[in-house]
């Protein structure tokens, strides 16, 4: 699979809305949520106002579409660390899962935050996501964890 990894384009933001939806886990067996549960105030803390400092986010081009987006903030969100560690959003449409292009972006993400200096970054996973896994590969540690799922960082 051919594909390029570049920085999001101001015009392109409002993908991030279905992106966020694509980030849902769905464990086996449950049927997909309505796409409006992205409207929840927990959910959109994700993507209002994307843009600010602080605010990064990369995507995969294949086929001449994005197919997949990783992206950053520093928000109160269920990976919340600090005030200073941005937090990890991610997702593929699903026919380009299992491709390495999630792991691509992923580790062009961790590289893009090195090199703004930014000493870590945080996610919040459920423990039954596949994803956990490509997390721990890229340098991802359990730092916090409930019942459902992982708080990881990595550090830079």
Known sequence: MNYKIREIRESEYPILADF?????????????????????????????????????CLVAEAEERIVGAVWVRIMNDYGHIDDETPSFAMALHEEYRYLGIGTALMRAMLQ??????????????????????MYRKAGFEVVDENEEEYIMICRL
């Open 20 to 56: 966020l939806y694509e980030a849902i886990f769905i464990p086996e067996g449950m049927e997909k949520p309505p796409k409006s549960i992205i409207e929840q105030p927990e959910l959109q803390v994700y993507i209002t106002d994307f843009g600010k400092a602080d605010d990064w």
């Open 112 to 133: 893009l935050l090195k090199d703004k200096g930014y000493r870590q970054a945080s996610l919040s996973v459920q423990k039954a996501n596949y994803a956990v896994n």
